[in-house]
């Protein structure tokens, strides 16, 4: 699938970004759809450190406020994200009222499944970011590919409306919609309700780090309960509960 504007090379203090995100046909592969407007694709596919220096072909700095990067198509992303699921959801269980579908949709929009998924995609491998995050393994970071991916959606729906986003989300979140047959449970839920039924005290949570700039932070929170300790980390102190509830959970052998 040939791209009729060839993504920008950017320099990043004095580095050469080989963006993998230089890879359009790979990333429209990805989501199974050809844009007729590829710089929505590469902005989709630009993590934020990838746009603080200055893209050669254009001769002008890039702004350092995060344009240029995925954050405004994230932002739209994350609202057709969750229409489209919402919208599957009324669908595959008719019966079903907002208690037993919130659950749903909170899992399948969570940082957790989001990040898995971009993984299964391939995404890390045409996310675009400096050569000092990339050493750094930020392509790996679940906030990083969550907020990709999400952009991705955004990128697909202002191309092409909700009806390519919607065949590129029911494909991708195939596996994950099937995988419970029962409403699924919050872990942070789970974890409390597994600690009662064994007459066990309630989690206590710390914040144990932060790091990051005050833009972009990345909080880690402890959890400990049951004689065993979790920790997560994510962009916001309440998905970081959540992720450190999840590894718990795991520790102590218990389903959610």
């Known amino acids: 699938m040939a791209v009729r504007d060839p993504l920008v090379a950017l320099v990043h203090d004095g580095q050469l970004i080989t963006a993998a995100a230089a890879e359009a046909p790979a990333a429209e ?12 694709l590469r902005e989709a596919l ?14 002008r700095t890039a702004p350092s406020t995060g344009a240029g990067s995925n954050e405004r198509l994230e932002f739209i992303g994350d609202r057709v994200l969750g229409l489209l699921i919402a919208e599957w959801l ?28 971009a993984g299964q995609l391939g995404l890390p491998a045409v996310l675009a970011v400096s050569p000092g995050e990339a050493r750094a393994g930020v392509r790996k970071l679940a906030t990083v590919l ?9 990128a697909v729906y202002l191309d092409g409306g909700l009806d390519p986003a919607r065949a ?45 700039p005050p833009h972009d932070p990345v909080f ?37």
């Open 29 to 40: 592969a990805i989501v199974g759809y050809t844009f007729r407007r590829p710089e929505l």
């Open 46 to 59: 630009t993590h934020r450190s990838a746009v603080s220096g200055t893209p050669i072909s254009r001769g």
């Open 90 to 117: 009324a669908e595959r269980f008719p019966h079903e009222q907002e208690g037993d579908l919130g659950p749903r949709l909170a899992h399948l929009v969570s940082q957790t499944t989001i990040a898995a998924i």
């Open 146 to 154: 969550a907020d990709a991916t999400e952009a991705l959606i955004g």
């Open 168 to 212: 590129f989300v029911r494909r991708a979140w195939d596996e994950a919609m099937g995988s419970h047959a029962a409403p699924p449970k919050d872990a942070k839920t789970a974890l409390q309700e597994w600690l009662l039924a064994r007459g066990m005290k309630l989690p206590a949570y710390d914040l144990v780090g932060r790091a990051g």
């Open 220 to 256: 880690t929170i402890a959890v400990e309960a049951a004689g065993a300790r979790g920790e997560g980390a994510a962009g916001s102190k309440r998905m970081a509960e959540r992720l450190a509830a999840e590894d718990l959970l795991r520790k102590l052998g218990a389903s959610f």
